[in-house]
């Protein structure tokens, strides 16, 4: 007999007499111990007889013999044995819980299995079933220790155990509970296509080298608060139909996860280095159909976090979330414009270099988030917005949609006898701030600043015109700010919409000519205008016309006495005079003609040649002056609006 392959299974010679039990319906080893002196496998002897049996068909006599050969650190041979709770415990007894190289491959433990506080060297238990609990708490991995293929029907217990080797979990299944509690990963560890149908709690695990997920489907909560990842997290196509909750974690490698997940959890979590996470939303699965037809948007909570902002941040979603024929689980979130990718908070949060692609950010909390003015908020990200163009509240006021973040939402919610600007149901996207303090404006003007440069470095210049017309809202209704401020802004939001709302201008434009109009009509057109014609000039010497009655230049009779020349004239010149007759009297088509001339001359910024009374003086200037600025608001509005 000898040692052989990685397992180091039992073989016999010659082969025909193999390795299994001989017992009906059952292939598990037959009863082998090693000989330290020999170095090889021997089989159990009773009687002088070789036992042909495998563990669970033994008699007493012949388990007996197996258990007195055993010894401490010794190897193990049980593969395809079904093992029940009092023969794990006879195991753990004879050696001492220190088991050496173990083969415990596809072997069968149907009524529970205590390995608490024992010691492997190597051990498999690929393929192994545990039908009832498996308890592995404070069990310590000296060597390899795979358990690829693996079915945990019940919980399965490894809260701080130490695995000192590489490990292997891959396609494992763990219907119950599945704990790690403060468990020790010292070299890679895979995880590869296991499936956890109940929750999975990796809470204050240390891995010290690479951690593999590849593949894994958590159908429920991914527990992961408090631990640590010394070399980074990558792992692809991951599936989390709970909350993957990475609370207080702390990452001192790359991380790149690309997972389908409801609930992402990253409050305080601590990063060392760059970050990529690939979101999107969990598919609801139809069992009887086998399809998916409704999704879940992913929430993720940022706030809190530490990280070194030498390096990126990247939170990435697809462009499409749902595809022809699928819904949203979150009813006020559907269409077109629904997103994958839901973001709750970055307060606390150091947001440099952070990058948010096709992202929701319609509740988002960015008060208190710090270097907030370097976020990147890229593709088609999704915000609130203000109600399309309808007529007000009051009847008459005119409101243009705008883009606008919750806690402007908030406040509004929350002011006496004002309804929100959003049109979504009240209870069903209400903003919540975590901390449960309401911002009020002037905590939310400086956040629109920021994101407004933000959206301008990223060179939105169009996006980020809706966060300036935010940041210019709170600072009129921030009251605490001096009361001519804000009334000057409240004026040059009524006339120009913060120069964003070319219509308005246009329309102020249009109410200071028809105003303009009617005060010129009024007061502006004097009673009686002058009646002079020019008929030629006369050339003469000073003296003769001075003679003549005529009048003479004063800067001709010092500079040129002898050659001057003058102008001839005839009719009547008079000054102009307000108009004396009944203000009904003064609405004549010949008084409203010369008005609207002087309005249209006015506007267009050219010079009248109407004789104006001096109070119609004052009202031409002032319509030249305000339709020159009103024209150029407007202007800057279509600007602010097209520029790229």
């Not at 396609?171 to 509970?177: I, L, S, V």
């Not at 403060?182 to 695990?205: G, K, L, P």
């Not at 003058?566 to 102009?576: H, N, Y």
Request: glycine share 6%; with cysteine; net charge negative.
């Amino acid at each position: 007999m000898a040692m052989t392959s990685q397992w180091q299974e039992v073989t016999f010679t010659p082969l025909d007499e193999a390795l299994t039990c001989s017992a009906e319906d059952c292939s598990g080893r037959r009863l082998t111990t090693w000989a330290s002196a020999t170095k090889t496998w021997e089989p159990v002897r009773t009687h002088g007889v070789d036992a042909t049996v495998c563990l669970h068909h033994a008699s007493t006599e012949q388990g007996d013999a197996f258990f007195s050969r055993l010894f401490p650190d010794g190897p193990l041979d049980l593969y395809q044995t079904t093992l029940t709770t009092e023969t794990v415990a006879k195991l753990k007894e004879n050696m001492k819980s220190q088991f050496g190289i173990c083969d415990f491959r596809n072997s069968t433990f149907p009524d529970g299995v205590n390995f608490e506080e024992a010691t492997f060297g190597r051990a498999a238990f690929d393929g192994a079933t545990f039908t009832r609990q498996a308890n592995f708490t404070e069990a310590s991995f000296k060597g390899l220790a795979s358990f690829n293929g693996a079915t945990f029907t019940e919980a399965s217990y490894f809260s701080q155990a130490e695995f000192m080797a590489e490990t292997y979990f891959m396609e494992a299944e763990f219907t119950g509970e599945a704990v790690f509690t403060e468990s020790t990963f010292a070299s890679t560890c895979h995880f590869h296509r296991a499936v956890f149908i109940h929750d999975s709690i990796f809470a204050v695990v240390r891995f010290d080298k690479d951690v593999y997920f590849s593949g894994v489907r958590f159908n429920r909560i991914a527990d992961f608060i408090g631990s640590e990842f010394k070399s980074g997290w990558v792992s692809k196509q991951m599936e989390c139909g709970g909350t993957l909750n990475l609370y207080g974690s702390r990452f001192y490698g790359p991380v790149d996860l690309s997972i389908e997940v409801a609930i992402v959890y990253v409050r305080e979590a601590r990063w060392e280095h760059s970050v990529t996470l690939r979101l999107n939303g969990f598919f609801e699965t139809n069992l009887a159909r086998l399809v998916s037809g409704r999704r879940t948007p992913t929430a993720i909570d940022l706030a809190d976090m530490v990280r070194n902002a030498d390096y990126p941040f990247l939170v990435l979603g697809p462009d499409q979330f749902l595809e022809p024929g699928e819904t949203s689980t979150w009813p006020e979130r559907s269409g077109e414009d629904v997103r994958a990718i839901v973001v709750d908070d970055l307060s606390g949060t150091d947001v440099a270099r952070m990058v948010l692609t096709n992202v929701d950010v319609s509740q988002t909390v960015f008060v208190n988030a710090i270097n907030l003015d370097q976020i990147r908020l890229e593709g088609r990200c999704r915000y609130l917005h203000t109600p399309c163009p309808d007529w007000g509240r009051n009847g008459f006021v005119h409101r243009s949609s705008r883009a606008a973040i919750g806690a402007e939402d908030m406040w509004r919610r929350n002011r006496v006898g004002a309804p929100s600007i959003i049109r979504f149901p009240r209870d069903s996207v209400a903003f919540h701030n975590s901390r449960g303090v309401m911002a009020g404006p002037s905590a939310i003007a400086p956040v629109y600043r920021y994101l407004r440069k933000a959206l301008e470095d990223g060179k939105d210049e169009p996006g980020a015109a809706d966060f300036y017309y935010g940041e210019m809202e709170m600072r009129r209704l921030d009251q605490t700010r001096p009361k001519m401020e804000r009334s000057l802004i409240a004026a040059y939001w009524a006339i120009s919409g913060y120069g964003l709302r070319a219509s308005r201008a246009v329309c102020a434009l249009m109410a200071v000519m028809l105003l303009s109009f009617t005060l010129l009509l009024i007061f502006g057109i004097p009673n009686k205008e002058s009646a002079v014609y020019t008929v030629g000039s006369i050339s003469a010497d000073f003296t003769t016309l001075a003679k003549s009655g005529q009048k003479v230049p004063e800067t001709c009779r010092v500079h040129q006495p002898s050659e001057c020349s003058v102008v001839v004239t005839i009719g009547e010149s008079v000054d102009p005079t307000a108009p004396t007759s009944a203000i009904s009297e003064r609405f004549t088509a010949e008084r409203a003609g010369k008005a609207l001339e002087v309005v249209s001359s006015v506007s267009l910024l050219n010079s009248d040649e109407q004789e104006l009374t001096g109070l119609g003086k004052v009202i031409a200037f002032a319509s030249r002056v305000l339709g020159a600025l009103l024209l150029g608001l407007a202007l800057l509005a279509v600007r602010n609006r097209v520029k790229r």
